[in-house]
């Protein structure tokens, strides 16, 4: 679809109720895949790679209201006066954009492994805090060591596998970033701070946070939950910062029983 000046990919799958599914930095539609066929037997699942993401177009920089105005279009264009929408880190701050800047729009919201504001991306701060460790490896070594790092420590070698065979799918599919495409998406992710704005949201909104997270770690879901007016927090005590893989089913019953209300 053109929306907002770009080329973007996006997928639908079922029929019902809208879903607006919202990936996390570095990571594309082609991720959710299993959640996607899941949530696609209840409900219209509508899944957006963000520019600079997947198979959407990857100008040279963009910003956060970028990637809300997306999701607006996106909606316009499929004629989607309202929606729920799950975001995931990164695919969270859109989703926060969007509720608190057009209330109206979102019916429910989930949030996953949030935070409200970041001078950086978290992903940066991570690399920043481990400067030591990652010094003189390539980019895919870096991308390996962040990929391990923001698991549990009890999150078993077959799931970290998984990850990787799924990195390398993706790169053989040409869905990588180069590193000029990552800097720009860590840069869209600069300096943003919601936390003024939360308060406007009026959908009912469910925080779903990794207690051993070590990019939005537990206190940052507490205070976008707080924020939010009608917000719950749910905490995954097996979970680090994806747990779409760490604790998929308890994550997405949580998830289809919020939605479903």
Not at 52 to 67: E, F, K, V
Not at 145 to 174: C, K, M, S, W
Request: charged letters at 20%; a negative charge; hydrophobic letters at 40%.
């Amino acid at each position: 679809m053109h929306v907002n000046g770009t080329d973007l990919n996006v997928e639908q799958t079922g029929q019902g109720q809208p879903v607006l599914m919202l990936h996390g930095l570095g990571s594309n539609i082609a991720a959710l895949a299993p959640e996607r066929e899941r949530l696609g037997r209840q409900f219209r699942v509508v899944a957006i790679d963000s520019r600079g993401h997947g198979r959407s177009a990857r100008p040279a920089a963009y910003t956060l209201q970028d990637h809300i105005n997306d999701v607006l279009g996106v909606m316009d264009a499929l004629g989607l006066e309202r929606a729920d929408v799950i975001g995931s880190s990164m695919g969270s701050y859109i989703a926060q954009g969007v509720a608190a800047s057009a209330p109206d729009r979102v019916r429910r919201l989930v949030l996953i492994t949030p935070k409200a504001s970041g001078q950086t991306s978290s992903v940066a701060r991570f690399l920043a805090e481990h400067a030591d460790a990652v010094r003189g490896l390539t980019p895919s070594q870096v991308q390996a060591y962040v990929a391990n790092g923001i698991f549990a420590p009890e999150t078993p070698q077959t799931v970290r596998d998984a990850l990787a065979a799924r990195t390398a799918e993706h790169a053989a599919a040409g869905l990588t970033l180069t590193p000029e495409q990552d800097l720009a998406a860590q840069r869209a992710l600069e300096g943003f701070d919601f936390r003024p704005v939360l308060p406007r949201v009026t959908a009912p909104t469910l925080v779903i946070s990794g207690r051993h997270d070590p990019l939005n770690p537990v206190r940052d879901g507490e205070e976008v939950a707080r924020l939010i007016p009608n917000a719950r927090l749910e905490v995954l005590e097996h979970a680090g910062h994806l747990p779409s893989l760490e604790e998929p089913d308890r994550l997405w019953t949580l998830v289809e029983a919020f939605l479903n209300g």
